[in-house]
C-alpha cells in the first residue's frame, strides 16, 4: 500500500480506476460493454460531431510517433542498457531506430516518414530543454510547469537561474539503513549493526 500512494497521482488514479473497473465488470455489477471505445457509440454522444471527429482522427495520427518518440526519450537517458524488441535484445540507444526500421519494413516509406517526426520532435525537445541549456550555456524556456510535473511524479527542479550563474539545489538527505543483522524493539547503537568484517589478514 505504501508504492501506492508513494505513487504520482496520475499514478495512483489510473491503477485505481482500473482496479474498480475490473472488480465491477467482473462483478457483474456493470455491464463491460458500456465501456468499450466504439466509435459509432461515440458520434451518439451529446457532443458536437465536429469536435468528437476532430479528436478521433488527430489522436490516432499522433499516436504511433508519439510512442516513438518517448523510446526515443528513453533511449538517451538509458543508452547501455539492454532492451528487447520482439526476440531481438539490443542496447536501448538502437531502440527507436529499430522501431523506425520496422515501420519502414511493414508500412512502407509515408508510414516510417510519419512515425520519424516522433524521433524529430524528441530530439529537438531534448536539445532545447537539456543539451542547449546545459553544454551551450543558452537558457531552457520550455519548463514544464511545477504543477504538471508533480502530476506525473517528474524530478523537481533541480537547477535555477541566477544573475551570477546556475544555483543547484542540494539533495535530500535519507536516512542510513540498517545493512543487516539484528533489531530489537530497544533503541541501542547496537540494535543495527552490520553483518560485520574483519580487519586485516587475507
Same mark, same amino acid.
Given at each position: ?90 542496447? *536501448?540507444?538502437?531502440? =527507436? $531506430?529499430?522501431?523506425?526500421? +520496422?515501420?519502414?519494413? #511493414? @508500412? /512502407? ?75 530489537? *524493539?530497544?533503541?541501542? =547503537? $547496537?540494535?543495527?549493526?552490520? +553483518?560485520?568484517?574483519? #580487519? @586485516? /589478514?587475507?
Amino acid at each position: 500500500m505504501e508504492d501506492f500512494w508513494s505513487a504520482p497521482p496520475v499514478a495512483r488514479t489510473w491503477t485505481a480506476a482500473t482496479l474498480a473497473t475490473s472488480v465491477l465488470v467482473y462483478g457483474r455489477m456493470i455491464n463491460g460493454m458500456r465501456l468499450i471505445f466504439s466509435i459509432p457509440l461515440i458520434f451518439k454522444l451529446p457532443v458536437p460531431e465536429a469536435l468528437s471527429g476532430f479528436v478521433l482522427r488527430i489522436f490516432p495520427t499522433f499516436l504511433s510517433p508519439m510512442i516513438l518518440a518517448l523510446a526515443y526519450t528513453y533511449s538517451q537517458d538509458n543508452r547501455r542498457k539492454k532492451v528487447n524488441f520482439y526476440i531481438v535484445q539490443l542496447e *536501448a540507444k538502437w531502440l =527507436p $531506430w529499430v522501431m523506425l526500421l +520496422a515501420a519502414l519494413i #511493414l @508500412g /512502407g516509406p509515408y508510414y516510417a516518414l510519419h512515425q520519424g517526426t516522433g524521433i524529430i520532435a524528441a530530439h529537438l525537445y531534448d536539445f532545447l530543454t537539456r543539451l542547449y541549456p546545459t553544454f551551450g550555456g543558452g537558457r531552457n524556456y520550455l519548463q514544464t510547469p511545477a504543477f504538471i510535473r508533480g502530476w506525473f511524479g517528474g524530478p523537481k527542479q533541480r537547477t535555477q537561474q541566477k544573475g551570477y550563474g546556475t544555483a543547484y539545489a542540494p539533495q535530500a538527505q535519507q536516512a542510513p539503513r540498517p545493512a543487516g543483522g539484528f533489531s530489537t *524493539a530497544f533503541s541501542s =547503537p $547496537w540494535s543495527s549493526r552490520g +553483518a560485520g568484517r574483519r #580487519l @586485516g /589478514g587475507d
